[in-house]
Structure formats: structure tokens, C-alpha cells
């Protein structure tokens, strides 16, 4: 006997095959700020950035249009040489953690050691 699809099946796979959220950075001052890149299974993109805020955008390439304007650099891209023209130690320094959005808020701004 033929049982119609689980449409949950479906949204699980969706939710599967979603990239990674992506790490932006971008230094003002003395201070680190992240943003967090996030493409939906819609092909949406959404940033979570440092006041909460949740931008969307027609697709990924808009939302990396979006950050490079406000001056941020894929963290994942950054080599040594980037990060020491950024005025920061690439080893020092990683991405914020937390399972809670909120707490998450809190991590995304960050006083820095500049190096010499």
C-alpha cells in the first residue's frame, strides 16, 4: 500500500542541506565586530548582526554585497597578513559561540589586544 510523503521529511532534508552559517569580521577601532551569514534552504540570506538585527536578502551574493559595503571580511578567508593589516592576532581570535541567539548578541562585540 502506497503511504503518501512525510512533508517533514522533506523540511528535515531542507535544513540538511543548508551551508554553515558563515563568520564575518570587521574592526572599528579597537573593537571586533561579527556578523553571521546565513543562507535559508529558500535561498534566502539572513545576517545576525552585532545589534540583533536580522537583515534578509534576495540570495547569498546580496548579503556578501551587503557586509563587504559595511566593510566586513569573511573570517574564513583571512590569512595572518590580513588579520595583522586588521590590526589583530589571527591565532587569538575565533568566531562567538552559544546555542542561544541572545546570549550569541553579547559575544559579537569584542574589545581587542591590538598587536605591535
Do not use: C
Amino acid at each position: 500500500m502506497n503511504e503518501p510523503p512525510d512533508m517533514n521529511d522533506d523540511f528535515e532534508t531542507d535544513l540538511d542541506s543548508s551551508p554553515p552559517s558563515e563568520w564575518w569580521v570587521a574592526i572599528i577601532g579597537d573593537t571586533l565586530v561579527w556578523a553571521r551569514l546565513d543562507v535559508l534552504p529558500s535561498g534566502i540570506a539572513e545576517i545576525f548582526d552585532s545589534s540583533g538585527e536580522r537583515p534578509r536578502y534576495d540570495d547569498e551574493q546580496h548579503a556578501r554585497m551587503a557586509l563587504l559595503d559595511a566593510e566586513f571580511r569573511a573570517f574564513d578567508g583571512l590569512d595572518e597578513e590580513d588579520a595583522a593589516i586588521m590590526g589583530f592576532d589571527l591565532e587569538s581570535v575565533a568566531p562567538p559561540h552559544s546555542n542561544d541567539d541572545e546570549e550569541l548578541l553579547a559575544l559579537m562585540v569584542q574589545k581587542l589586544a591590538r598587536i605591535q
